[in-house]
């Protein structure tokens, strides 16, 4: 308590009920920017036939073990339909049938780059660097003009949509535009309540904060399902992508940083397996958070040579993490002040307040407005009613609230100096229930 005009002011409570509004203004904000279309950004059919827009396009697979799910893949790609598509699998160091699988297939479109200890397993932005300097050195075949030929990232358990391609590459007419993410699906969200957490907050991200983030030019780019333009990659370097545990985030930034234009197709998606264990899912996020943190490096960058609303919404995200581990000091507060009105209520001794009705909006209002979102994006067999999707709104703020313990276990890292992180191991195909079919993923990696 302090003393401010005379008043006996909290700064503590204070500074939360701050943080709140500045986070509800944000996301109201990118919410409303995110269901303004933009201009011919509405509805269409996809026409599978129609003329080639005139890229080449070269799928990159980073892969590490990838034996079990990697066949699947290859055959869903090579159905994709374009004229000039090739396939480009890089073998980090690998020690099961990664190989053997890429070399059974007898589509000439498919290439393998193999790379071996010590050079492999440096991380997943290292393999990326290995592939592009083999497309560029020929590796798998002449490269007719860099301006042209589109990197498409996906990794080896994922499903691209069939009409991926069609939706996005005619944005690359516009020779200003160095990148684009499409959206991201957890395939296996009907079978497990971790997934289907993944499942929201992906969806979220996408539908509301990349669509809002077009309005702000500071749409970023994922580790799935991302197209970046060869001579976008080739303007920041022979190494693209560099040593972050975020290389995604870090690529993206770094892009409009250098001048390029980042866009984002909602007609298009990536399906990927999600995580089905807590601690997995608790280590691959640390992780995540990390590469986050390792971001703050570009903030004098994004203030010195970004301007206008790109450069204050790419500052705020990138400064987000620390948003992040301050309000989960506020939410120990915040159950400790549950836990003793439980105690008072049991005692007899609670009385009504309007604060418990202000704090369950706080808490739980805007997350149940975001499932009605989420409600019309699941228009599957398995989708569900008004009253689930405020269920579910419910676990998620449960849910989000795990990304408190990969953010302190993150700073603890970092202060420690590890950086280190090895592969999570894949669902079987067969394990994996209801993979869309004839759609190809991130490359999900545990920390030790």
Known sequence: MVLIGGQRVDLVMLLAVALVLVCVCYLVMLVWLSRRDLEGDGHRPVDLTAVDPGCDVIVVIPCLNEERV?????????????????VLVVDDGSDDGTAAVVQDVSDPRVHLLQRVLPMARQGKGEALNAAIKHVLDGGIGEVADVESTIIVVV??????????????????????????????????????????????????????????????????LGGNGQFVRLSALTSLGPKPWTHSLSEDLDLGVRLLIAGWRLDFCRHAAVHQQGLVDLGRWVRQRTRWFQGHLQSW??????????????RADLYYHLTSPFLLLVSSLFTLAFLAWIARLGMDVVAGQAHFSWMWVSSYLFAFGPMVLLATIYRRVETTKHSFGLLQSIGLAHLYVVYATLWYIAGWRAVGRTLRGRTGWVKTDRLDESQAPDATPGLTGVMARELP
């Open 297 to 310: 490096g570009l903030v004098p960058d994004v203030l010195g040579r970004l301007s206008g609303r790109r």
């Open 70 to 86: 990697l066949g699947a893949s290859l055959e869903r790609l090579l159905l994709l339909p374009h004229p000039r598509l090739r």
């Open 155 to 220: 990794d080896a358990d994922g499903r691209l949509e069939e009409h991926s391609l069609h939706e996005v590459l005619p944005g690359f007419a516009d020779p200003t535009l160095g990148g684009v993410q499409i959206g991201v699906r957890i395939n296996n969200r009907h079978a497990n309540l971790l997934a289907r957490m993944q499942d929201f907050e992906f969806v979220l991200y996408t539908e509301v904060f990349q669509r809002g983030r077009r309005h702000l030019g500071s749409v970023g």
